[in-house]
DNA sequence: TAGTGGTCTAGACCACAAA
DNA sequence: TTGTGGTCTAGACCACTAT
C-alpha cells in the first residue's frame, strides 16, 4: 500500500498535468492542501517533495509553491531508478535480448559484486529501444543467490518490475559512474553507430534496501538518441 | 544560521570520519541520537537523511542505519551543487580566467535564459583544473541584474562563494542536461587533448531560490580526467 | 502587517529485521 | 517478541515575501 504522500503527490501530479493551476502557476497553500485532503501538514509537504525532487514544482518560502515550465525534448533522468520503462511511460520500450546465460563470477567481477568468486550469477545483454531508436547496449549481471530465474520473455520485459513484483525483492539505492567510453564493434553494430564512436556510459551498481548488492551493469548509451538530465537543490 | 539537523550532520560526518562506528559500521539508534544530542526524532531523521542523500548511509527499517563503505577514487557529483570547489575541499582547485567581458544576450540566450534580447551578461570562460589536471573547461554566463559587479580576481575564485556571501543572493536549484559532444581547438588546446575528442558535456542552469534564472553555463569535461557520479535512492 | 513555507517538538502507531 | 526505522498527527515558532 502505497504511502498517503505519495498518493497525495499523485493526485497533485494530475491536477497540474490537468492545467489547474495554470493560472498563476501556484499549488495552493499548504493549509489548503491540508484542508482538502484531510491530511496532517507532514504528508503535504512530503507530497510537495516528492514534486520538487522530481523538478514539477519549486516552492518559495513566504510566496508559495510554483510550478515550472515544462522543459521538452526526451532526455532520461540520470537516476534512472527502475529501468528504462518507468522512465518512459508513454512510449514504446522494447528491449532484445542478446545474450542470456547463467554463468560464475570472475575475480574482477566478484570485486565489484562483493561475492566470491565463481558465484552464480545471470548475465544479461540486451538492446534498448525507445519508440525504434536504439538507446543503450547494455550488459549486466544478476547474483542468483536473489534472482533464482530468469529466462528470455522476463528480460524482454521489464526486469525490475519482475524482481520487486514476482520475487518480491526490495531496492534500496544505486550508485552510478558515468563517463566516456568508446564503441567496440559489437556495440556499435547493435546501436548502429561507428565502432570507436564516443558513448556515454553509466557503469550502475544497485542494492536491495538491506544493503546487498544484487546487480550490476555497465551501459553504453546512443550519443545521439540519449540525453540526460539531472535536477538538484542548492541548499 | 544553520539548521539544527544539518548541524546534527556535520557532527555525525566527523564522527564516522573519526572511525567512531567503524566495529559496527551501525549508526547509534534514533532513539540513542535523540538522547546524545538532545534534539527531537525529526532533527535527528533529518540529518540521517543528508547523509544517506550523500551516499554515506542508508538506513534499513528494523535494523539500524549503516555506514557506507568508502568508493575510492577522484569522481564529481553529477549536481556539482556549490560547484567545484566544494566538491573537493582538500584538494587544491584553480580556476584560470580565458575571458571575461561583460556583453548582451543574443537571441538565442535569451532564450535559454529567460530575459530579453540585449541584456547585460557577464561572459566567463574559465579553465579549472584540480591539483594541477586540466578538469573543464567552462562557458558561463550570469545577468548582470544580478551579478552587477565581476572581475578576474573574482572570477579565479569561487564565483559561487562570492555571490552567495557577498551579494546575499539565495540559491535555489539547477537544471542540467548531460551529452556527449567534441572538443573544438580551443578547447581542447586549454584540456591538453586533440581538436575531435569526445567530452562529456553538462549545459547547465541555474536558479535562485524565487525561481529566477541567473546563470546559464556549457561546461566540457575532460574525458580522463573527469568521472562522474551519481547516488539515488529506489524508493 | 498578513500570509506562506521552513524548522522543530512531542507523541502515536505501523512495517520490518533479528533474535 | 523486541527493537528498529517509516509514516502520520497536532501544534508551535521562525524566516521570508508581498502588500
Redesign the interface.
Known sequence: MAAKQHELATDLERRIAAGEFSETNKLPTEDQLIEQYGASRYCVRGAIAVLAEA?EV?P??G?GV?V?ED?GGM?MP??T??GIAADFPDRKVVSTVRELALTRTDEKLAKRMRCDVDAPVWRVVRLRCVDDLPISYETAWYLKEYVPFLNEEIASGSLYRYMREDLGLR??????????DWLGAEAARQLGLEEGD???CIEDD??L???KLFNASYNLYH?KN??????????
Not at 531496492?171 to 566516456?180: A, C, R, S, Y
Open positions: 523538478g519549486f518559495v518560502r510566496s510554483f515550472r522543459r532526455y540520470i537516476s531508478s527502475y531496492f534500496g539505492f544505486t550508485d552510478k559512474v558515468i563517463h566516456v564516443p558513448a556515454i544497485a542494492f534496501s538491506n544493503g550519443y540519449a540525453k540526460f538530465y539531472s535536477m538538484a537543490s542548492m541548499r
